[in-house]
């Protein structure tokens, strides 16, 4: 597999390489991972139409190739040939769909998901289904019936949650791109823990048609990938309004992904530091010494960084939760055992179908999180918890967009910790769920955010075994291609994780 998209099409044009080389090599790696004493566990499966498909691919490039077309061929189709990773809550047209759950096993998806569908028109090719937390409901990828995602980096490590199937497929090299999904931290976290970039888009920027909800109000589609162009191409072919979403928007200046520049007005920049992230508890001291090397490359190209104070970010994870486990509640309402998925019928009615069917067919970390979402939407709790939730949203989204106005920028961490062992935090559902703790106030404000691969934990540090680190660059609403341009300057100036090119 080659690194980037950019030299994967070049080789593909030239003939280098073939789409079903790529694939059959990702096949290959699969298979023997699946052997191996502690397998990764990132793709679930390999579509089985995926060598059709990048043959199909083969001949279009071939024929393009022979009579001169090849230019033009992949200008109305950028990604042919491309295998990217599927996240197993995004529908493809007749290929399972389990969301990691007993509860929908053995469903398969009857259409493609709108992000499925325009990437497949621009000709990348769906490879596989990638493990996830079960409905998404994670921040390790240790909640799913498939067993845990291991990590590239350390194979002892999580994979980060609950995209760390897409992350670690791409972070190990066996997927070009990655799609994840986001409600509070779901792709920018495991792209910290794997060391790679992770976008959440700004809220409605990518379709929802087709995705398994956990959170609707705060739901997104994210991408992840090698480097910021990796992620651009595949944002600006994906993104824009979609009839079947009445959420969705178009994402201006989206033309300039497809050959995403460097950034260069730093001059300008100014940058603001909530001083709530800066002085929260359980902080890595790692993680703060990468922070601060991150602050200063921003001040080495001239950019303005100035500490905030916004203190209402401090409510942004109970507000989240609260708002996340209710519409969690309901959502999961619709998996009853009599429509689609797992059923147990012992013949005693449907009201103990209902019960038989949900009790055997979800997860522990599910059901916590649907008996607290119905608690808090219960008559006597809703109008004190849920409205609550909602009230504190709704000011974080206006603080945020008032800060800014005088900022283009908020820079934090993108986790307080590195990645951490499997089976550490498992059983210590509030120690994960503050895993999300830097994370949560962007999907509350709908804002875009990326995090960006900026260095490791340090040798000494032998619980973390010097695994990566990650940094958030948020900014204001449909402002992706600054944050993506942002990212690729850091990209150009390290190639990985933080450390300089010399």
């Not at 670690?168 to 823990?193: I, K």
């Not at 990796?230 to 200046?253: E, H, K, Q, R």
């Not at 608690?375 to 967009?401: D, H, P």
Request: proline share 4%; glycine share 8%; with cysteine.
């Amino acid at each position: 597999m080659y690194y980037t998209i950019k030299e994967t099409v070049a080789a593909l044009k030239s003939g280098e390489t073939t789409s079903e080389k790529l694939v059959q090599q990702s096949i290959d790696t699969f298979t023997a991972d699946q052997k191996s004493e502690k397998p990764l566990n990132a793709f679930l499966e390999i579509y089985d139409d995926a060598i059709e498909l990048a043959k199909k691919a083969d001949e279009e490039i071939s024929a393009a190739r022979a009579n001169g077309s090849i230019d033009a061929l992949f200008e109305k189709k950028p990604l042919l040939g491309v295998p990217f990773a599927n996240k197993d809550n995004i529908s493809c047209k007749g290929h399972k769909l389990t969301c990691s759950s007993k509860i929908l096993e053995g469903y398969v998806a009857p259409y493609n998901a709108t992000v499925i569908g325009r990437l497949a028109e621009a000709g990348a090719i769906p490879l596989g289904r990638c493990n996830q937390d079960e409905f998404a409901m994670g921040s390790s990828t240790e909640y799913s019936i498939y067993g845990a995602t291991r990590n590239p980096i350390n194979r002892d490590y999580v994979s980060g949650g609950s995209s760390g199937g897409s992350a670690a497929a791409v972070s190990a090299n066996q997927a070009l791109f990655g799609l994840g999904t986001e409600t509070g931290g779901s792709v920018r976290l495991p792209a910290s823990y794997c060391g790679i970039y992770g976008l959440k888009p700004t809220y409605g920027v990518l379709s929802r048609w087709g995705v398994v909800a956990y959170g609707s109000s705060l739901d997104q589609v994210g991408i992840l990938g090698h480097t910021p162009q990796d992620i651009a191409l595949p944002l600006s072919l994906m993104s824009g309004v979609d009839f079947y979403d009445d959420t969705s928007a178009d994402l201006p200046n989206s033309e300039k992904l497809a050959s995403l520049e460097s950034y260069k007005d730093f001059a300008s920049l100014k940058i603001a530091v909530p001083k709530q992230f800066e002085e929260a508890k359980g902080l890595d001291e790692d993680v703060k010494k990468v922070f601060e090397e991150t602050k200063a490359w921003f001040t080495s190209k001239g950019a303005k960084i100035e500490t905030v104070d916004l203190p209402i970010l401090d409510a942004s994870i109970a507000s989240y939760y609260v708002i996340a486990l209710s519409e969690a509640a309901s959502n999961l309402s619709r998996f009853d055992g009599i429509r689609y998925g797992h059923r147990v019928d012992n013949g005693a009615g449907y009201d103990q179908l209902y019960v038989d069917t949900r009790s055997q067919g979800f997860g522990p970390e599910v059901k916590r999180r649907i008996i607290i979402g119905n608690y808090v939407l219960s008559e006597q709790f809703s109008g004190t918890t849920y409205k609550t939730g909602m009230s504190v949203r709704a000011r974080i989204q206006r603080e945020v967009a008032a800060l800014f106005e005088s900022y283009d920028l908020i820079l934090c961490p993108t986790c307080p910790t590195a990645s951490f062992r499997l089976g550490e935090k498992v059983d210590d559902p509030l120690e994960m769920y503050l895993s999300d703790l830097y994370t949560t106030f962007v999907n509350l404000a709908r804002i875009p955010s990326i995090s960006v691969p900026a260095g490791y934990t340090s040798k000494e540090n032998k619980a973390a075994s010097q695994m990566p680190v990650g940094i958030q660059f948020a900014g204001k609403m449909f402002d992706e291609v600054r944050l993506l341009q942002i990212a690729q300057v850091w990209e150009d100036e390290h190639k990985g994780c933080g450390v300089p090119v010399k």
